[in-house]
């Protein structure tokens, strides 16, 4: 149980930093979470969400408030740093490239989503934000939580079930919600080229979608 | 006017604002996610929208009046109005957002100040709508009596 107690906060209560510049967005996403269970922090901004997690060059660690973020809910279009800037300093970072990243976006345009899905994001929301996708998000996090050795299994049966099935949603982890273009599979942190069977499924879902 | 007769009215009025489309599906969302805990989240929501758009459209008033306009600062603002309108359910707002946004795309002034004018006049009406459901709702609460769904 040590991975799931390193990827769940203390009191087993997901921990989710939400980055958006809009008051409303802040105030609905952070409902939505909390309905969810969920423990919530909202930051108006990208350089706020790194002051938090400690990643700000000038404040060193002293922002870091010591409770650990589980995952990370971010709008993309914000003025200076955009939820896409801030998805890639994240996933560049040694300590928290393994948070999951979530993107979410008023506008459904496949080159902004294709490039957010490779730079690691886990999956992109369609706003408004419904409690169903965060619903969704939340059950992906807690299947990533599950011990190392169930999660390698998994993906590798994934990965057989890709080659074999590339074109059906056949794994019951899937679901096809017309609405929001996001994939539930959950990313391996290795699968960051293009060519991953894993990838290449995402993609094709979102283009059924679209 | 009787519990009863409230609550009617409430429902007839607050049915009326989605066939007129003043309001869409994201608003229910937001009741749905109301509850005893937070019985004030859908107007503090709201509240933050009015604040938000009254700021915007100020903004944008400013913005067209200068000598030279900067478009990429409207469409901005616009995005953050259609962004708003969107999260509570103001879908006639949202519209005009939309059209304002091309207008901003072509640079087009004359455009961009109908568009002005057509979303002010939008809010206007949905502030005004939304306050006199929220006032029925007091009204029914004071009463004793419960919100419909």
Redesign the interface.
Known sequence: MEVAGEVLASESQLHVLAVD?????R??IE??LK?SSCKVTTVESGARALQFLGLDEEKGSLGFNGLKVNLIMTDY?M?GMTGYELLKRIKRSSTFREIPVVIMS?ENILTRIDSCLEEGAEEFLV??V??SDVKRVMNDCIRRGETEGNKRRRVDKRKFEDDNHASSSSSSSSSSIPSSPSSPLPSSPSTAATSSPLHSLKRAKLRDHN | MDLVQLQRQFVDYRTSLYHEGFLDE?FT??Q??Q?EN?PD?VV??VS??F??SERLLNELARALEQQSIDYKRID?HV??L???S????AQRVQKVCIAFRNYCEEQNVEGCLKCLQQVRHEYSLVKTKLESLFQLEQQILTAGGSIPM
């Open positions: 510049d809009s008051h409303v967005d105030k609905v409902k939505l309905i279009s003025p008023s706003k408004p419904k409690l | 994201q969302q937001l749905e996610l509850d937070n989240f503090e929501v933050l929208f604040e938000d901005a995005h953050q259609k962004g708003s969107s999260s509570i359910g």
